[in-house]
């Protein structure tokens, strides 16, 4: 099992950066660069518990879809979502948020397994657990810019 755990701080309320982390639009804004778009289940405004989202995007060169859905919720401290179908073995997304002196504490902890033994393996450690915290980073660093555009500006 692989983790990704990256830690953003965002100068907003906590109520805002939870929302707009769970915001699909903002989310599709964020990865342009990969053409990630909602395609079924919730497919714009704020996904909630027990709701899936399927989204189609470009990853190394191929369009790639993922199901997942939010499995746990508690506002505004957390939620969780799981691939609910996609091309990994499992998948666990946990959206952690804190209260801080500034803003808010954003976490992201990630736990996945790839599938294809040993050559997923491999590929996890060349390219994938690299090409994930860089989607990940890129999208809490559009999270963090516009939540404190919009909250500050």
């Known amino acids: ?19 707009a982390a ?8 964020s990865a342009k660069k990969t053409k990630e778009k909602a395609i079924a289940g919730r497919t714009s405004g704020l996904i909630d518990l027990y709701e899936t989202v ?15 859905k939010i499995t746990s919720l508690r506002y505004p401290t ?4 799981e691939m609910v179908q996609g091309h990994f073995k499992s998948f666990k997304h946990q959206h952690i948020f804190k209260e801080t002196i ?24 060349l390219f994938l657990k690299r090409h994930l915290t860089k989607f990940l980073s890129t999208r809490n660093q559009f999270i963090k810019t516009e939540v404190e555009r919009s909250t500050i500006g």
């Open 78 to 81: 957390y939620f969780i979502d």
């Open 102 to 125: 500034s803003g808010t504490e954003m976490i992201d902890f990630l736990e996945y397994k790839t599938p294809y033994g040993s050559f997923g393996r491999f590929f996890d450690k």
């Open 54 to 68: 399927t989204w189609r995007g470009k990853h190394f060169g191929l369009y790639l879809t993922h199901q997942s």
């Open 1 to 19: 099992m692989t983790t990704i755990q990256l830690c953003t701080i965002i100068q907003a309320p906590l109520e805002s950066v939870f929302d």
């Open 22 to 29: 769970r915001n699909i639009d903002l989310h599709m804004n």
